[in-house]
């Protein structure tokens, strides 16, 4: 069975611009959530989608948005990029995404913001 | 407000050794209590995971031992083997989400 791919693999974006990821999960899991990882501030969660409902969402500005699709595909846009943003963005599923099912991470999206 | 403390930030150990990581959390809501092994260039993958109605799991050579009423859980990786280098995140959860620790980068040395 394939993991959860992510594309694109790395990104180069400019201050002010925006950026749309992709995440496909496991086949059959209905959760996806998003993570952000860097070296500071170490995994941060962004939100969590279960069939096309965002359930939980993080402690991030209104500039990171997501979205999922009805085959469990999802995207997460970030718009109006800061320095800040710069960081691995982690797609990851479950079956049920009820705290208790294994999340299964892709490799993520690495955001460089210049 | 970091809701899962991990210790240390890294470690050293000989190979055969053994590895040991402690992590904290506050909130007596977490059901779900997961470490994840992560190499550089990839994401994190799931190791071993318990719930609070059980003080210990074992798999092959990693064992997590869980204290409720201190709020505590430990990863404990036995005959430590260079490809066990990697950084592990221990993590908490709960209503569809993880709360992740700092990390703890283990060095194995041969």
């Known amino acids: 069975k394939a993991g959860v791919t992510q594309t694109p693999r790395y990104l180069i974006k400019t201050r002010g611009q925006q950026v749309t990821l992709s995440c496909s999960p496991i086949s059959g899991h209905r959760s996806v959530s998003w993570y952000q990882q860097t070296p500071g501030q170490g995994l941060q969660f962004l939100f969590e989608?279960?069939?096309?409902?965002?359930?939980n969402k993080g402690n991030f500005p209104g500039r990171f948005s997501g979205r999922q699709f009805s085959n469990s595909r999802s995207e997460m846009n970030v718009s109006t990029l800061e320095l800040g943003d710069s960081a691995l963005y982690l797609c990851?599923?479950?079956?049920?995404?009820?705290?208790?099912?294994?999340?299964?991470f892709g490799n993520g999206t690495r955001l460089t913001v210049t | 407000q970091q809701q899962v403390k991990q210790s240390p930030q890294s470690l050293i150990v000989q190979k055969g050794g053994i590895s040991i990581i402690n992590c904290a959390y506050e909130n007596t809501a977490f059901d779900y209590f997961p470490w994840y092994q992560q190499f550089p260039g990839k994401g994190p993958a799931l190791l071993i995971a318990?719930?609070?109605?059980?003080s210990e799991k074992k798999e092959g050579r990693f064992t997590i031992s869980f204290n409720k009423s201190a709020k505590q859980f430990s990863l404990h990786i036995m005959d430590s083997q260079p490809g066990d280098s990697a950084t592990y995140f221990c993590?908490?959860?709960?209503?569809?989400?993880?709360?992740f620790g700092a990390g703890t980068t283990v060095t194995v040395r041969a």
């Open positions: 993590a908490a959860g709960n209503d569809y989400k993880l709360s």
């Open positions: 989608y279960f069939s096309e409902t965002q359930r």
């Open positions: 318990i719930r609070p109605d059980v």
């Open positions: 990851a599923s479950s079956l049920a995404g009820d705290g208790g099912s294994p999340l299964h």
